[in-house]
């Protein structure tokens, strides 16, 4: 998980890491519900396939029960 507070780093590092990461989710105050939907799946994926949070910190504690359910190994 990466937070940050800026939009613009968030935007950032979503155009970069997104080529490399599988299953990239994105939580930013004011997503639209494709936007929600698609970071809804890329964290549903099954136990043991990457994944990549990108959060802004602001956003993160409203984002957290999409992110409760993800067990770290």
Known sequence: MILTERKDHLEYLQSRLCRFVRNLAVLRGGM???????????LNVPYGEERLILAQAATSARGST??????CS
Do not use: F, L, N, V
């Open 32 to 42: 639209s519900a494709t936007d929600r939907k698609a970071s809804e799946t890329a």
């Open 66 to 71: 999409m992110i409760g359910s993800i067990r």
